[in-house]
């Protein structure tokens, strides 16, 4: 076996001591951990809660030889279902709601059956069908617009002490913000106007065929639970 030349041993020797040094000059890859997001709140699923607030109005009878005008207040409570769908940034939803209600005002001023003792309109019960659209791009926040359906009691009684009650359908728009506590529950105010149009007074109870309003402003909290 021939021998190496001398100045190939040399060639080696001055690579094998400059390879760590080369390796040290390579940039290593740093390591980072990765970083975990929460997220976001999911407003879709069903819910369903319990609903206070305060209502006002008003309510104008009007036939012959009658006229009034009542200012009907007070307070309602009640429950509410309803589910929302989300998709992106905004928040489908229908929601119903029945409360009772103490909502009440009379009026002695008026002429025919509101004179002396007077006449009165009472609410005894309100309900609501509605569609929500809302916007959750501030997480837990949703301010919502709605609208839909309303129904309930109107409830006449003239000074003949004579009460009828009947049934009205009619329509409901407001507005509201609804914030999520937890992970099931929620909390909302919101303001919504009812619109129960012209209940009927017969001749029986009012002596001749009288047309009842009723119109009502709500302002209201609530508590959910979602499913």
């Known amino acids: 076996m021939k021998r190496l030349p001398m100045t190939m041993y040399i ?23 990765p970083i975990y997001s929460v997220p976001g709140y999911s407003w879709t699923g069903f819910y369903a809660g319990i609903n206070g607030g305060y209502g006002f109005g008003t309510s104008n009878w009007s036939g012959v030889g009658n006229s009034g005008s009542t200012k009907p207040k007070g307070a309602l409570a009640g429950i509410t279902l ?21 909502v009440k005002g009379s009026d002695s001023s008026g002429t025919g059956v509101c004179t002396g003792t007077g006449c ?3 609410n005894t019960w309100l309900g609501t069908a509605r569609g929500r659209l809302g916007y ?3 997480d837990r926040w949703l301010p919502y617009i709605t609208g839909g359906a309303a129904f309930g009691s109107v409830k006449m009684t003239p000074n003949t002490n004579v009460s009828e009650s009947k049934t009205r359908f009619g329509w409901t728009v407001g507005a509201g913000v609804e914030y999520a506590l937890m992970s099931n529950w929620t909390t909302k ?33 609530g508590l959910n639970y979602r499913f």
């Open 136 to 138: 959750a791009g501030w």
């Open 11 to 33: 060639g080696l020797f001055v690579a094998a001591m400059a390879a760590p040094s080369f390796a040290a000059d390579i940039p290593r890859q740093s390591y980072k951990a």
């Open 82 to 102: 309803g589910y929302n769908l989300q998709t992106g940034s905004w928040v489908w939803g229908l929601e119903g709601d029945v409360d009772y209600s103490w």
């Open 189 to 221: 105010v919101e303001y919504l106007y009812a619109d129960l149009g012209t209940a009927n007074c017969s001749a029986a109870a009012c002596g001749t065929s009288t047309d009842v309003s009723f119109k009502e402003h709500i302002v209201r909290l």
């Open 120 to 122: 009165e309109t009472r």
